[in-house]
């Protein structure tokens, strides 16, 4: 995440960093890539929550198994895996390509 907010203070106590455009550029540069860092941990959390939600959801429905026959159909899909639900690709943005597919 770039240069430590202390080590551009002892840096600039020292006197290396004189120029006090590149002290907040360098600080200017720090916190966007703070803000990055926090906004891909905000979006981790809430793929957590949702998933978190769904199970314990799932867990209050009693799901009774049973086989069906029927007829023969067309079955479409789309691949996807757990990495895209890291990348903020989760379940609703998959239908979302889904829906597009078929409506074509």
Known sequence: MG?????????????????????????????????????????MLNN???MRGHLLQTKKIQ???RIVTKGSFTIIGLRWSDQQLSEGNGIPQV???FLLRVMR
């Open 3 to 43: 240069i430590g907010v202390e080590t551009l203070r002892e840096l600039k106590i020292s006197g290396v960093l004189q120029d006090d455009e590149a002290v907040e550029r360098l600080l200017g540069e720090h916190e966007q890539s703070l803000r990055k860092h926090i906004e891909d941990k905000q979006q």
């Open 48 to 50: 957590l929550e949702r």
């Open 63 to 65: 799901i009774e198994p």
């Open 95 to 97: 239908w979302e390509r």
